[in-house]
């Protein structure tokens, strides 16, 4: 009879500093030497090319301004009540991209348009009209473009939807993170449930095919109980997708997350246990599994993106449909052109004023490797899909990832198959971010650990 470790001995094996693996490389460990703004243009221009006839491409803007700081966050964001800043930062945005127009050469067709901050409904109607149909001027739209926004439901008005909706917008996911008073006092994100029901009926009325809703275990003072009514209480919402991440506790980057003690979060134990609670109950309602810390309703598309194998997963996280170019505007925005990535400067004064004297706001990249694609197609086939092929496995394999793979085949994680291939059980689905480290071989051969880069993967 196998005997496989338990859950709190894998816990506190494989519940450390790990990439999310938004892509691969993470951006800590870029090769920035090898990295210029002509090789940036070449990697653009070349994912351009190839794909933007059958695929389109995705657009992702940063709209980083918020009212008040919520201390749980991790973002890049600016928190001011001044609402003047809306306008230079959109000139900005039209400006960065008449400059990818321009390498880009020729008419672009939009397959995926996300906002993301930030708070996008820190800006008004009339800005955000504004600024999307500017960036739609000259552009074909795919035939199965999904256009998405976050929306804070304390300032997302009925306007904001409807004005949204009218420009194409059918998706939109609100942060909710948390419904418990003490909990939403300490990360400073008071926002009662009332608001999230009116946000999420207006949406509905309007027409939008899903709402979405993000959730957060992990956070200070949650409690199984805390947890529990939250999503009984989102439930009766009957969201068509829900989030359900791990708080990232990271106060070395993010002084905000200072304002509260290590002992006010719960224990390793008890922060697995709030994720188990909360994925049992959205189980029971019919929520089926997306990758990793996501669910949705079987008539969503990220569900039936799932199905069809074509679910995809980029710096926007999972998304329903694959593009080889992924242009990102904004402050701090990550771009990717397949062949290689890019990062905007991180602070909005560095963005206005890099815009307004070259057009390009671009700080570092990194070009891919030929082993960067590997593994990249690697971690994105557990990622998505919980799985490796035997082809991709025959080729990426080294005997160290071989060790290491027949080691959590024994912990009940994974299963290799005799003639190639993996797949992961369905008690490893909470280590996938382990199991796509086993691949990340610039970490893995890096001078560090990432301790002092990365959020624990539990």
Known sequence: MISFPSPAQLLKKYDVPTPRYTSYPTVPYWDTDSFSQEAWRRAVRKSFEESNLTDGISLYIHLPFCESLCTYCACTTRITKNHAVEIPYIRALLKEWDHYKAIMGKTPVIRELHLGGGTPTFFSTQNLHWLISYLLEDVLIHNNAEFSFEGHPNNTTEEHLQTLFDLGFTRVSYGVQDLDLQVQKTIHRIQPFENLQRATEQARAIGYESVSFDLVYGLPFQTPFSVSDTIEKILTLRPDRVAFYSYAHV????????????????????????????????????????????????????FKAQVSGKLHRNFMGYTTSHTDLLIGLGASA?????????????????????????????????????????????????????????????????????????????????????????????????????ICQVFDQRMNHGANSGAAMFSKAI
């Open 251 to 302: 106060p070395w980057l993010k002084p905000g997350q200072r304002g509260y003690e290590e002992a006010d979060l719960p224990s390793p134990a008890l922060k697995r246990h709030l994720y188990e609670i909360g994925r049992h109950l959205l189980r029971k309602a019919d929520y089926a599994d997306i990758g990793m810390d996501h669910f949705a309703l079987r008539h969503d598309s990220l």
């Open 334 to 434: 990550i771009s990717d052109a397949h062949y290689a990535y890019a990062q905007n400067v991180k602070t909005v004064e560095e963005y206005l004023d890099s815009i307004k004297t070259t057009g390009t706001a671009i700080r570092k990249g990194h070009v891919l490797s030929d082993e960067d694609q590997l593994m990249r197609l690697c971690i994105q086939q557990i990622s998505c899909h919980g799985q490796l092929s035997h082809e991709l496995l025959m080729h990426a394999i080294t005997p160290a990832m071989l060790e290491t793979l027949l080691a959590m085949e024994k912990e009940g994680i994974l299963y290799l198959y005799e003639d190639g291939g993996m797949r992961v059980t369905t008690a490893g689905q909470p280590f996938i971010r382990n």
